[in-house]
């Protein structure tokens, strides 16, 4: 059974930088590509990037400057990185696997979500 | 940017109700769209993928069509279970999700 599961702070200050990790378990992060989405009443739901299997990344334009996500194949474990952060990117954070095989079969399984505050 | 909407943003439904939620894209997609179901303080269910293929498990009154521009989501005898937020996301171009639907018990 496969679980994801969201960890880092709840409380970022502006200005600083957003770290979360996602704990894989029951697949290995080295088949299909892992995600990052957020959701916020003011911006629905928002996706910030992705790493594939093979560790390349690809990213939302709108955060592309601000945003690295990267794996660590030894602890099956992958992360987000959001730098310069204000009060818009208060949301709840997912980590979420887009099963892919011949082509993407979309996201089918998700982290219960991390919600993160952005305030002084 | 490839703009997901949804229509309608709020339903009221009743149990054993047929209900048909749409959901068009600002530039084709061909048939790269999954809906999925989201009730309070959970993440979202993938129920369909590639425009209409049902996800293992999800119940068979769920079925969804189209392609190009223009989906639907389509719940026949809706189920006390089935009263949720129900959003599309396309990913022929990166991935965007639609605003939600919201679906109510009448």
């Known amino acids: 059974q496969v679980q994801l599961q969201e960890s880092g702070p709840g409380l970022v200050r502006p200005s600083d930088t957003l770290s979360l990790t996602c704990s894989v378990s029951?697949?290995?992060?080295?088949?299909?590509?892992w995600t990052w989405i957020r959701q916020s009443p003011e911006r629905g739901l928002e996706w910030i990037g992705y790493v594939s299997n093979g560790g390349g990344t690809n990213y939302n334009p709108s955060l592309k400057s601000r945003v690295t996500i990267s794996m660590d194949t030894s602890s099956n474990q992958f992360s987000l990185k959001l730098t310069s952060v204000t009060a818009a990117d208060t949301a709840v954070y997912f980590c979420?696997?887009?099963?892919?095989?011949?082509?993407?079969?979309?996201?089918?399984?998700w982290g219960q979500g991390t919600m993160v505050v952005v305030s002084a | 940017d490839i703009q997901m909407t949804q229509s309608p943003s709020t339903l009221s439904a009743s149990v054993g109700d047929r209900v048909t939620i749409t959901c068009r894209a600002s530039?084709?997609?061909?048939?790269?769209l999954a809906w999925y179901q989201q009730k309070p303080g959970k993440p979202p269910k993938l129920l369909i993928y590639?425009?209409?293929t049902l996800e293992n498990g999800v119940p068979s009154r769920f079925s969804g069509s189209g392609s190009g521009t223009e989906f639907t989501l389509t719940i026949t005898s809706l189920q006390p279970d089935d009263f949720a937020t129900y959003y599309c996301?396309?990913?022929?171009?990166?991935?965007?999700f639609g605003q939600g639907t919201r679906l109510d018990i009448k």
């Open positions: 029951g697949a290995s992060i080295t088949s299909h590509y």
């Open positions: 530039q084709s997609i061909s048939g790269w």
């Open positions: 590639k425009a209409s």
């Open positions: 996301q396309q990913y022929s171009r990166f991935y965007t």
């Open positions: 979420a696997r887009e099963r892919f095989f011949y082509d993407s079969e979309a996201f089918d399984m």
